[in-house]
């Protein structure tokens, strides 16, 4: 059974945001337009934070993509009162749309903030109708919908090597945003799989100590891993300084 | 010591089944007024339900709002009713006499107000009419009953039909005097709800040990109720909901406004009924005097609340308490809570003079629950504005119109139901009054006439 898991690394990472259009379309989330990033309703089921560091003349800007962390221990998972969203033996963290009813408790008590909310009815324009992909549900009105890691191309793939007869190939799949990646910073696969590319950059990784988690110490354990960047400028600095 | 008027049976019958067949002109006024923003109440859900949850102030992080803040401070106000009845009556508190029914009639109300918000707070309202009442638990499809939204409306629903049951219990001898005494329609109704009632001593006995039985059944679920909902907050990981010292904070914080909105009904019940034999100083002497108790109590928990923050040294933990407390506009509510919770009404509440003005404990008491409904606002929304480190996703709640006017339609809602209830029912428990008259006795004790309760148990 696969543990599927994600790896990020920020120093690959240059904020073009190819891995959020990518999951735009991949995953019929509706059009996000002006008005509702003003109301801060945008759904993005994975974004991209950006933060400045440093004063002006010297800043820098750093992006950060959010997925859903589908956490092992997930806290959104207890508190649904219609098991809208539950865990799979695979270890992805999955919401069904039809039992929702919306009271958003798993939103409060999400603290990564991915899990959106359908305020209003979705809509496309006519244009973008057929460009619906026929796999992902349309969510309407009123339920809650976030990453579930391309779940649909994960039994895609063990559909097809059931037919075949055969066990699923190591990183036979891939999510739309590891997929759009132009730089390859998101890489997503089996993490109980050494051969996997995710197993293997973590144990490399890990070496270089620059893994970590998001809000790690609230115990949730996720399974998406970020890779620190690489600042030249602080590893060239004189040891002891920050 | 003031003489006290003594009433005859008869004339305690006439006069509090009076607003059952005269309507004076502020009743009217009082219906049309709170009928008017019920309309606008009704309007506002209507449109939300069309539209979807779009037309409230809510987004991310800001998911819960105005309608679960309105819905803990109801539930809050319910807790009178048993506070007043069930627990004053095992004490044989006298003065409850006159408060009982109506106390008991506003938890109910209120509960049903308060269940209405989460309900119209789904993104899908039909959706939870029909898939979670009843809630499915034959199928094993649906139940998760280690969310905190599973217990809160057995929690609730366990209430309200246990005060109902209560209420209707001690409603009954009433039902059959009215029963005797009307025509036409009513006479019908109140003969159903008699339940052939003849006032023999059997019944009469029947009735009493059901009134003791459930008003120390329902004491539990009284303590049960505010403690599950201010789980639905304790059990989740947001900083500063998260803390252990919520159920007792929430109870404590439920019967100090729950008696305060007690006061102001009956300073209203005697204005608008003029039942000024019946709900008189000494009542409100004796409440303000539990108020005193209730509010320093409730003074204690909500320090407390602020120590737990402070204690553990969790940076996240005291940030959100630094911005409740300190920063714009918390700051205003924090000063809110505690002048309006504390610091007017009680030093105002410790002079008998001032516990025997009826307008005083009127505006005393109204002041609690504009503090109480800030203190719930404080306690929900700064914690999800701010929640964990990801600034880039925090962000400020502006409720809209709608919202506002689902919470004042909440206010009328309770009103209206209230106002209708004493149209068909008398308000003030008929039967309890004369036997509060048959106990009450005036001693001689030297020169001065003593009002006293004589009583054999």
């Known amino acids: 059974m696969p543990r599927w898991g994600m790896v990020i690394d920020l120093d690959r990472c240059i904020g073009c945001g190819a891995c959020v259009v990518a999951c735009q379309a991949e995953n019929n989330v509706p059009i996000n337009t002006e008005d509702v990033y003003h109301q801060r309703r945008a759904i993005a089921w994975i974004r991209l934070e950006r933060y400045w560091e440093g004063e002006f003349p010297n800043v820098k800007a750093r992006y950060i993509p959010v997925p859903c962390m589908q956490c092992t221990n997930a806290p959104c998972e207890p508190v649904c009162p219609v098991y809208a969203t539950y865990h799979t033996t695979e270890g992805i963290n999955m919401q069904v749309y039809n039992r929702c009813i919306g009271t958003r408790y798993c939103s409060i008590n999400c603290h990564w903030h991915v899990r959106f909310f359908n305020f209003w009815e979705p809509k496309w324009p006519d244009s973008l109708k057929n460009q619906l992909n026929p796999d992902v549900t349309v969510r309407s009105r009123g339920v809650m919908e976030k990453c579930n890691f391309c779940v649909h191309r994960i039994v895609k793939a063990e559909q097809k090597a059931k037919v075949e007869g055969r066990a699923l190939r190591t990183d036979e799949v891939t999510t739309a945003c590891a997929q759009a990646c132009p730089t390859n910073a998101i890489v997503f696969g089996d993490l109980d799989d050494p051969n996997s590319a995710v197993s293997q950059l973590l144990a490399q990784a890990e070496k270089e100590h620059r893994v970590y988690r998001l809000l790690e110490d609230l115990g949730t354990d996720p399974k998406v891993y970020y890779l620190k960047k690489i600042d030249i400028e602080a590893t060239t600095a004189p040891a002891g300084a920050h | ?457």
């Open chain 2, 1 to 457: 010591m003031q003489e006290r008027h003594r009433l005859g049976e008869e004339e305690i019958t006439r006069e509090l089944l009076r607003p059952l067949v005269t309507t004076t002109p502020m009743m009217w006024v009082g219906f049309i007024g709170l009928g008017a923003v019920l309309a606008i109440f009704v309007f506002a859900v209507s449109w939300m339900f069309y539209w979807g949850l779009g037309v409230t102030g809510l987004q991310r992080p800001n998911m819960w709002g105005f309608m679960i803040v309105n819905f803990v401070f109801w539930i809050g106000i319910s807790h009178a009713g048993v506070m007043i009845s069930a627990i004053l009556r095992l004490t044989q508190a006298e003065w409850r006499r006159p408060v009982t029914r109506a106390a008991e009639v506003m938890t109910i109300f209120s509960l049903m107000t308060a269940m209405l918000h989460p309900v119209i707070h789904t993104g899908r309202p039909w959706r939870t009419l029909y898939w979670v009442f009843p809630y499915d638990f034959w199928r094993n499809l649906w139940p998760d009953v280690r969310g905190p939204l599973v217990w809160d409306p057995s929690a609730i629903l366990t209430y309200l039909t246990g005060s109902t049951l209560f209420l209707y219990t001690t409603m009954i001898p009433d039902m059959a005097l009215a029963r005797d005494r009307t025509t036409g329609w009513r006479k019908v109704l109140y003969t159903i709800l008699a339940l052939g009632w003849r006032g023999n001593e059997r019944q009469w006995k029947m009735q009493t040990i059901a009134g003791f039985l459930l008003s120390g059944l329902i004491l539990p679920v009284f303590v049960s109720v505010h403690s599950i909902v201010s789980w639905d907050f304790a059990v989740s990981l947001v900083p500063t909901w998260h803390a252990t010292v919520f159920a007792p904070y929430f109870v404590i914080g439920a019967i100090h406004s729950g008696v305060s909105a007690v006061v102001t009904l009956m300073a209203l019940m005697r204005w608008l009924f003029r039942f000024d034999h019946y709900i008189r100083l000494e009542h409100f002497d004796a409440i303000g005097r539990l108020l005193i108790a209730v509010g320093t109590g409730w003074l204690w928990f909500f320090l407390l609340d602020i120590f737990f923050a402070i204690y553990p040294q969790e940076p996240r933990e005291t940030e959100i308490m630094t911005f409740r407390l300190f920063e714009w506009p918390f700051n205003v509510f924090t000063a809110l809570i505690f002048i309006f919770g504390y610091f007017i009404p009680v030093p105002i509440w410790i002079f008998q003079r001032f516990r025997r003005n009826v307008k005083i404990m009127f505006w005393t008491s109204i002041l609690v629950n504009v503090g109480m409904w800030a203190e719930r606002y404080w306690l929900i929304k700064p914690g999800l504005m701010r929640k964990y480190e990801f600034t880039f996703d925090w962000n400020w709640y502006r409720p809209s119109i709608v919202e506002i006017s689902i919470v004042l339609g909440s206010f009328a809602l309770v009103g209206f139901l209230l106002l209708v209830f004493s149209k068909i029912f008398p308000p003030i428990s008929v039967w309890e009054e004369k036997e509060g008259q048959h106990f009450a006795q005036q001693l001689q004790v030297g020169k001065r006439v003593v009002n006293a309760i004589v009583r054999e148990f």
